[in-house]
């Protein structure tokens, strides 16, 4: 099964961990399919984004079984990397100049002052 740049990336993860250590010290968390490996995450991540990756991490996290209302079910478990950047590269994330600064600070402009 061959997919894509795109495919093998299926979404960011942004938890409170995973933005502190993007802020700090350069890692990016992705969710990945489950059929992919380390080179083919660091191949994709350097396409799409155009950085250098330095290194790939792996999570696996098992499959979930439990029982509702008497019927059984599985949640699927994921795989997630981290992929730590080349120091001098750097994604700009939607919305990070935003959450960079602290809250309520803003530029007043004189257009807004005026009227």
Same mark, same amino acid.
């Given at each position: /099964?061959e997919? @894509?740049? #795109?495919g093998?990336? !299926?979404?960011m $993860?942004m938890?409170? !961990? @995973?933005?502190?250590? #993007?802020q700090?010290? +350069? &890692?990016?968390t992705f969710?990945?399919a489950?059929a $992919?490996?380390k080179?083919?995450?660091k191949?994709?991540?350097?396409?799409i984004?155009?950085? !250098?990756v330095e290194?790939? %991490?792996i999570? +696996?996290?098992?499959?979930h079984s439990g029982i #509702?209302?008497? &019927?059984?079910? $599985?949640?699927?478990g994921?795989?997630?990397?981290?992929?730590t950047? &080349?120091?001098?590269y750097?994604i700009?994330?939607?919305g990070e100049? /935003?959450? =960079?600064? =602290?809250?309520?600070?803003?530029?007043?402009t004189? @257009?807004? %002052?005026?009227g």
């Amino acid at each position: /099964m061959e997919l @894509s740049h #795109f495919g093998v990336i !299926k979404r960011m $993860v942004m938890t409170g !961990k @995973s933005w502190h250590a #993007f802020q700090t010290q +350069n &890692k990016l968390t992705f969710e990945v399919a489950r059929a $992919v490996n380390k080179s083919v995450i660091k191949d994709a991540v350097e396409q799409i984004w155009k950085v !250098k990756v330095e290194k790939v %991490n792996i999570i +696996n996290t098992p499959d979930h079984s439990g029982i #509702f209302a008497r &019927k059984g079910y $599985v949640r699927p478990g994921l795989k997630r990397a981290i992929v730590t950047l &080349k120091s001098g590269y750097r994604i700009d994330l939607p919305g990070e100049a /935003m959450t =960079s600064g =602290s809250v309520g600070d803003r530029d007043v402009t004189s @257009s807004e %002052n005026e009227g």
